[in-house]
């Protein structure tokens, strides 16, 4: 599957973005999603992961009450809605997609098969 991540920009502290990651080549449905980000000189790390059919929604700690991930498989697509960003939240952010393939728990890196190329989030403080 090919995934195309867009909505990346430059927004201020307090400030929302709605990031989309458009899904090609396989059943969209067939695939959990997930978004890392990548801040410069730090390693990738996990953003929050949803489940097949939308039902299940994991976030990491840094980011629940103010991300929220969810997913139209009608339009294969996935979203990241970011509300009140920081500074901190200043990266790359990427989407992926888990076919079961390795069985790791869905928050790390190598439970994903494929991965987007990534659209720059930064925030201004």
């Known amino acids: 599957v090919q995934l195309q991540a867009s909505g990346g920009g430059l927004v201020q502290a307090g400030g929302s973005l709605r990031l989309s990651c458009a899904a090609s080549?396989?059943?969209?449905?067939?695939?959990?999603m997930g978004w890392f980000r990548q801040a410069p000189a730090k390693a990738r790390e996990f953003v929050a992961t949803?489940?097949?059919?939308?039902?299940?929604?994991l976030y990491a700690d840094s980011v629940r009450g103010r991300f929220t991930i969810s997913r139209d498989n009608a339009k294969n697509t996935v979203y990241l809605q970011m509300n009140n960003l920081k500074p901190e939240d200043t990266a790359v952010y990427y989407c992926?997609?888990?076919?079961?393939?390795?069985?790791?728990?869905?928050?790390?890196?190598?439970?994903?098969?494929?991965w987007g190329r990534g659209t720059l989030v930064t925030v201004s403080s």
């Open positions: 992926a997609a888990d076919a079961g393939t390795y069985g790791f728990p869905p928050n790390q890196r190598n439970a994903y098969d494929y």
């Open positions: 949803i489940s097949w059919t939308g039902g299940s929604t």
């Open positions: 080549g396989r059943t969209f449905s067939d695939y959990r």
